[in-house]
């Protein structure tokens, strides 16, 4: 158990007026307590109690998992296969005294059989979102967090140098997303953060278009958006580069975003905010004529997962804060004709912020 971040958690949970907060597995469960797993047909709940120890709903396979996160063995509440989890919720519930709780549960993770099985072994517990609350503490990243995201930067860019000089005309984009994933396992990826994103062409006028098996071309342009995890935390990284030559617009349009991506760059910091960030981006393609063309906002945060707050959008007017970490990513996608993005990872710092990415930006020329 991180004491650390579960002693901040349970100040905010009293600020709140909250008893106290149920997870399921997934980043938050590992965020407070460092317990791998994953959501199952066999339910896994955490509480963190405001005002006690943290305990544990859990298959009795997985128990061990509980000890090792230094909750009290009478608060693991395990079950089996034969008995089932029923009799398990109803252990802790009345051992937490549930029914009366105000209890912050995960508006993005946890799952309708969690919730029911809750509501049912505790009849009167009053649900609230606990998002706000969890995302006040991990939108600030400590120093491991952010060098473990250079790790997973340096992996991806690496793999990006030795992937480029591969890239051919005439390869589809199924091909050459294949060819990304092999480089980036090979140099030291844990996962890849997501599915690459290869789009050539038209294909790239959607800004999260899958590979197909259409063959890039000349004169195409070729996006790549891709990232993985090293220690945990993602890298997530996206390049527009050139099948060839390319026409005067396309050209044109690269420029503008190359351009927005540094002005939406320069203007993060710890006195700016996400509108501030979006605004200076979206100015620049306002201004070369292809506003209506940016279908996106700037950027999101990035954390132990690939979207998490803050992000760079119109609507968030909160003040960036030094350890925020986030994405900023400009495009314009051109219906039928095709896209480009450019995408960087930067981190907040006392004085300003600073990219953890250095992929070049200048327009790069394959195939």
Do not use: C
Not at 183 to 192: D, F, I, K, Q, S
Not at 263 to 268: T, V
Not at 316 to 325: I, W
Request: charged letters at 20%.
């Amino acid at each position: 158990m991180n004491q650390q971040r579960l002693e901040k958690l349970q100040q905010q949970m009293k600020t709140a007026v909250i008893d106290g907060i149920a997870l399921v597995p997934g980043p938050n469960m590992v965020y407070f307590s460092h317990i791998h797993s994953h959501l199952s047909e066999r339910p896994i709940v955490l509480f963190l109690p405001a005002n006690a120890a943290p305990a544990l709903i859990i298959p009795g396979l997985e128990a061990m998992k509980g000890r090792a996160a230094g909750v009290p063995d009478e608060r693991i509440f395990a079950w089996s296969d034969e008995q089932g989890y029923v009799g398990a919720f109803q252990q802790a519930s009345e051992t937490l005294g549930l029914s009366n709780w105000q209890l912050g549960v995960e508006a993005l993770h946890m799952r309708v059989l969690e919730r029911d099985l809750l509501a049912q072994v505790a009849p009167g517990v009053h649900f609230s979102h606990a998002d706000p609350l969890i995302a006040n503490l991990r939108m600030i990243k400590d120093a491991a967090e952010i060098a473990a995201m250079e790790k997973a930067v340096a992996v991806a860019e690496k793999a990006m140098e030795r992937l480029l000089p591969q890239i051919k005309i005439g390869q589809t984009e199924k091909q050459i997303a294949a060819m990304l994933t092999q480089e980036l396992v090979n140099g030291g990826a844990e996962t890849m953060a997501f599915g690459p994103i290869i789009a050539a062409g038209p294909n790239g006028a959607s800004p999260h278009a899958v590979p197909t098996d259409r063959p890039i071309q000349a004169g195409d342009l070729l996006t790549i958006d891709w990232g993985v995890y090293v220690d945990g935390y993602p890298s997530d990284i996206t390049r527009t580069f050139a099948v060839g030559e390319i026409d005067a617009e396309l050209r044109r349009i690269y420029n503008a975003v190359a351009l927005a991506n540094e002005q939406g760059k320069q203007a993060a910091g710890p006195h700016a905010s996400g509108q501030d960030v979006d605004r200076a981006a979206r100015e620049v393609i306002e201004e070369a004529g292809y506003g209506q063309y940016f279908i996106h906002r700037t950027g999101h945060g990035l954390g132990l997962e690939i979207h998490e707050p803050p992000d760079m959008v119109e609507t968030n007017t909160r003040q960036l804060q030094p350890g925020n970490v986030f994405t900023v990513e400009p495009g314009i996608y051109l219906p039928g004709r095709g896209g480009v993005r450019i995408e960087d990872n930067m981190v907040v710092t006392a004085d300003g912020a600073r990219s953890l990415t250095s992929f070049p930006r200048e327009l790069i020329t394959v195939g």
